[in-house]
Nanobody, 121 residues
Framework: QVKLVESGGGLVQPGRSLRLSCAVF????????IGWFRQAPGKEREGVSC????????HYADSVKGRFTISKDNYKNMVYLQMDSLKPEDTAVYYC??????????????WGQGTLVTVSS
């Protein structure tokens, strides 16, 4: 069984913080890159942040750089997205994605069901 389960979404006021969690089942984080994606109503799904399975290197979209932080705990098989200084434009369904071979057609690729983040006053 291979699956991802996101949690931590909810309603938050602009300027506040929220932490999303992604629980990984059925595989080892050491060998998979994990990405956070989001999709707002009427918009395309976009990449937010990702973390390497091998060395833990991280990358961020320009829109969230300096505000969001991705991290993981390999022992607990958990990936986190700390979101600070939230803006209304951050409102979206956030998805966790695991990829055994980013940029390749081979390997295990799994999506979670998503968790809704609403930033509004």
């Amino acid at each position: 069984q291979v699956k991802l389960v996101e949690s931590g979404g909810g309603l938050v006021q602009p300027g506040r913080s929220l932490r999303l969690s992604c629980a990984v089942f059925g595989f080892t984080l050491d060998y998979y890159a994990i990405g956070w994606f989001r999709q707002a109503p009427g918009k395309e799904r976009e990449g937010v942040s990702c973390i390497s399975g091998s060395d833990g290197s991280t990358h961020y979209a320009d829109s969230v750089k300096g505000r969001f932080t991705i991290s993981k705990d390999n022992y607990k098989n958990m990936v986190y997205l700390q979101m600070d200084s939230l803006k209304p434009e951050d409102t979206a369904v956030y998805y966790c994605h695991a990829d055994e071979a980013p940029g390749s057609s081979w390997g295990v690729k799994v999506w979670g069901q998503g968790t809704l983040v609403t930033v509004s006053s």
